[in-house]
């Protein structure tokens, strides 16, 4: 059976085994669970006490609270990710036998925070080598130890750049005389308005 | 099958029936935090000005206890074979029965341990990707690129947060293809006869 939420594949076998301990919380439970799954998918933070206080009633063991929280993030994430729209969401949950209430309760959180979740995605996407910051600064050599009236302007560039490989900040500086700065920034305006042109 | 124990090993030993059954057990816990997270020297030193003894002889004896755990718990040796092996030591029986005790309760911790140590190979941990399309570089306008960008994640060693590895490298479709292709046909090599028989016979 393809899921549109799975990514028209096939639900993973341990998505449906935990739907059914989902299925064991109250419907009202389930909606506050989702909230604060949803907090920590949004990267708020997740409280564990909160929900060990929701699952107490039903009496999970704290590996039941684990793995509903884990299947909540799933759907959710899954859900984001392939941009499925709630009611498609809830007729597939309840295909694979979770609770209309539930469903429902689920499907309003799920649109409530669809939009903010795949921001959050799209932030956290690869991405390699980010540019950090940008510093510069104008110099002007009078003379040098080979000329003695120099009389030249150069710029001094720090780039900090977050390493594409290791993920730590690696700092490049380098001096440009005025001709290849010019050349430099000339080309780099014609890739932003290349940029500019697709947004 | 029965422990050799060296004489060295025999010598170092002998420091633990000077001492009650309560400081043994001591020892074999410290003997086993030592295999977890290593030894320390003021624990040494702790017990050896409580006993009175030299610290070379506290550490003997906690050394000794721990080789001689490691070595049972590596070749699994039965309850027989283990009080026969330290028969040799000319312990009392109390002694010996502390010694089995300890084996028993901890022997599978161990092995758990041990077989954690060979971190030999890079294991996959995580693979992220990213689809572009390169429009245009410095030196050529209007193209259509499109590329795959992909960063592998490896741990080496046994938890996930043990030096991480990141690889990072790009491929275009085609290539992708025949990545995807090559990984199908080794996953179904799985599911060979020839594969299947192997793994039927080593349950």
């Known amino acids: 059976m393809r899921f549109r939420f ?136 009078l003379s040098s130890s080979e000329l003695r009236e120099v009389n030249e302007p150069t710029i001094q560039l720090k780039l900090q750049v977050q390493g594409a490989e290791s993920g730590s900040t690696e700092t490049a500086v380098f001096s440009v005389s005025a001709d290849k700065f010019r050349v430099l920034l000339a080309e780099l305006k014609q890739a932003q308005a290349l940029m500019n042109a697709l947004q | 099958m029965l422990l050799v124990l060296s004489e060295e090993h025999k010598e170092h030993l002998a420091f633990l029936p000077k001492v009650d059954a309560a400081v043994v057990a001591e020892f074999g816990r410290i003997a086993l935090e030592f295999l977890r997270r290593g030894s320390s020297p003021k624990i040494y030193e702790g017990a050896a000005r409580k006993l009175c003894v030299s610290v070379e002889m506290v550490q003997h004896g906690v050394e000794g206890l721990m080789f001689l755990m490691t070595e049972s718990s590596k070749h699994m040796i039965s309850e027989v074979d283990f009080l026969d092996s330290v028969l040799v030591l000319g312990f009392g029986d109390e002694l010996n029965q502390i010694l089995l005790q300890l084996y028993e309760q901890h022997r599978s911790q161990i092995r758990s341990i041990l077989s954690q140590l060979p971190s030999n190979v890079p294991a996959y941990h995580n693979l992220e990707w990213r689809l572009d399309v390169q429009l245009a570089s410095r030196s050529l306008r209007q193209q259509i690129v499109p590329m795959l960008t992909l960063r592998l994640l490896l741990t080496r060693g046994c938890d996930s947060h043990s030096d991480q590895i990141s690889r990072v490298f790009q491929t275009d479709p085609r290539t992708l293809q025949h990545l995807i292709s090559t990984l199908e046909v080794a996953l179904a090599t799985m599911k060979t006869s020839h594969a299947r028989r192997i793994l039927r016979n080593i349950k």
């Not at chain 1, 989702?34 to 929701?54: F, M, N, R």
């Not at chain 1, 299947?71 to 941009?83: M, P, Q, T, Y």
């Open chain 1, 6 to 141: 799975c990514g028209d594949l096939d639900c993973p076998d341990w998505v449906l085994a935990e739907i059914s301990t989902l299925a064991k919380l109250s419907s009202v439970k389930m909606k506050l669970l989702c909230a604060q799954v949803l907090k920590d998918l949004l990267g708020e933070g997740i409280d564990y006490d909160k929900i060990a206080k929701l699952t107490a009633d039903a009496k999970f063991e704290s590996g039941d609270i684990k793995a509903s929280v884990a299947v909540l993030s799933f759907i959710f994430s899954s859900a984001a990710k392939h941009d499925v729209d709630s009611e498609s969401l809830s007729s597939e949950l309840q295909q694979l036998g979770l609770p209309k209430e539930h469903t429902t309760g689920l499907c309003r959180s799920y649109e409530d925070k669809h939009s903010a979740l795949q921001d959050k995605l799209r932030e956290t996407s690869l991405r390699l080598g980010r540019l950090e910051a940008v510093s510069w600064r104008v110099d002007y050599t």
